[in-house]
């Protein structure tokens, strides 16, 4: 089974430090059991925040479907996501609230945070207590911090801490096999549910 990755940047900045972070997780990925990956950069290519017309598929929503099959090739999801005044950013909240069971329901999740010193877990904390609530995304109960990131990761994405590399080695392989186990739940009747398709 060939499994695919997608890691979503939601910095809001082009050419980010959490994009040198999805590269070096990209590196990881491809030698820790998966076959390809996209990432999406939100800071190069930022979403139209949510709105009632999202569905309507015309104006800024045209590029919509695209996304959603972008996003529905993938077996397992990564955000990145920097810690902005101690919350996850806008663009991290935006595309969970985009996203539907049908685009990331029943998928393995992992959450990386970013910080320039020695935080990181707020927006970890944030996003498990909601941004999974309505697209069913199943994060895994490892996560990944990037602390003090400008000497963790360089300008090539490469890691200059071997317990950190080692550490994560171990969440890309793990994601990889939640990704496995996982995939025979959306192919169970129902799933996608339309009759619950909101959590409680």
């Not at 080695?169 to 186990?181: D, I, P």
């Amino acid at each position: 089974m060939n499994l695919h990755l997608m890691i979503i940047v939601a910095s809001q900045r082009p050419e980010s430090a959490s994009l040198r972070c999805a590269r070096f997780l990209e590196r990881q990925a491809l030698s820790s059991g998966f076959a390809d990956c996209d990432i999406l950069d939100l800071g190069k290519t930022p979403l139209p925040l949510w709105d009632t017309d999202l569905d309507s598929h015309v104006g800024h929503w045209s590029d919509m479907p695209d996304l959603r099959q972008r996003v529905q090739a993938a077996h397992a999801v990564i955000l990145v996501t920097p810690e902005w005044h101690g919350m996850a950013t806008p663009a991290a909240k935006n595309f969970l609230m985009l996203c539907t069971q049908h685009e990331l329901g029943h998928k393995a999740g992992l959450l990386a945070g970013v910080s320039a010193a020695d935080n990181g877990v707020y927006p970890i904390a944030e996003l498990r207590m909601s941004g999974t609530k309505n697209n069913h995304l199943c994060l895994i109960p490892e996560q990944l911090i990037f602390r003090q990131v400008d000497s963790l990761i360089d300008a090539d994405s490469l890691c200059h801490d071997e317990p950190f590399e080692a550490r994560s080695r171990y969440t890309m392989s793990l994601l990889a096999h939640y990704a496995r186990a996982l995939t025979p739940i959306r192919d169970l009747p129902g799933v996608p549910s339309r009759s619950f398709a909101f959590g409680m």
